[in-house]
């Protein structure tokens, strides 16, 4: 208990920011923009989780996938959702698919590849139909909602209860009432890894990239309203994805049903998205690394970055 105090309040004390590099913006759409990393390689869009800034794909310098791939030979775009305008304030999951993400696609102008992570990987999955993605990667991407522990489903379901009344008065789901379902997914997590902290150098990397991700996982704008319904109603709830009763655009979206070359990379160990939760589907690639741990870790070089790149540029 001292040493979580301890590290706690150390974190909190520490006065590093991170430093955004300027990139090219080359689509607005309402709140969401497309960023171009630029360079000359193979063009991939890279879809994030609606929840949490985008920028744990290029979190730091050296633990950045998406600089690390602008080296072998891919062009990263960076989908960034952005904060909820009066219009987006009304969409569900399936609304961003298609008001934004289908056009984001149509705004590159090329052929791409789709690589989405998390819930950014559920909805890659619906929108690789597009006629210009012609390859589609989820990176711990859940789908079938029944794949998570009964108890953690039903736990969810309550708080979803509770907070939905809140959530409902605001308009909308900030984050301060988000992180508290993600800790139910994994109760141990915030102990055991503030633990870690306190035992890393101040100046060190580990520390860097600690701090760097904490601000992440308590970062990001509120989730839409139907969209928090949705994920916590629809998803965990009732497992109409894994049902293939997910309608997107007034059709089912079933990853089963995928003619297209499909990456579908699984972590063993992740608390968040369990390899249980993952579709059933596609060339699929298990590495044994947590949920951040498996896009920003110190093997993530190894695990996914290396084999991510061969995929895309075969």
Partial sequence: MQRLLAAVTRYQQTAWMRSDASYATIAEIGS?????????????????????????????????????LKNHGIRPFLLDWGTPDKDEEGFSVADYVTARL????????????????????????????????????????????????????????????AASKIATTLGKMPMDLIQPAFWSLDPAAAVRKFEQFARFPSESQKAQVFVAVE????????????????????FYSSDLTGKGAWLVDGHP?????????FLNIISTTDRIVPAAAAPDAGKQLHIAAG????????????????????????
Avoid at 253 to 261: I, S
Avoid at 291 to 312: C, F, N, R, T, Y
Wanted: with cysteine; aromatic share 10%; charged share 15%.
């Fill in 291 to 314: 949920h951040v741990g498996m896009v920003i870790g110190s093997s993530a070089e190894k695990q996914l970055w290396q084999p991510l790149a061969d995929w895309l540029n075969g």
């Fill in 102 to 161: 289908l056009t984001m696609i149509e705004a590159i102008g090329t052929p791409i590849d789709l690589v989405g992570y998390c819930l950014g990987g559920t909805m890659t999955i619906a929108a690789a139909h597009h006629p210009s993605v012609e390859r589609l990667v989820t990176i711990a991407a859940p789908w079938h909602f029944s794949g998570y522990d009964d108890t953690r489903r039903a736990e969810l379901s309550a708080y979803w209860q």
């Fill in 32 to 68: 969401a923009r497309l960023i171009d990393y630029g360079g000359n390689g193979r063009p991939v869009m890279f879809v994030p989780s609606l929840v949490n800034p985008p920028y744990i794909l290029d979190l730091i310098p050296g633990r950045s996938m998406l600089h690390w």
């Fill in 253 to 261: 979206v079933n990853p089963t049903d995928m003619t297209k070359p």
């Fill in 215 to 234: 601000d992440w996982a308590n970062t990001g704008p509120a989730l839409a309203l139907p969209a928090a319904r949705e994920c916590f109603e629809d």
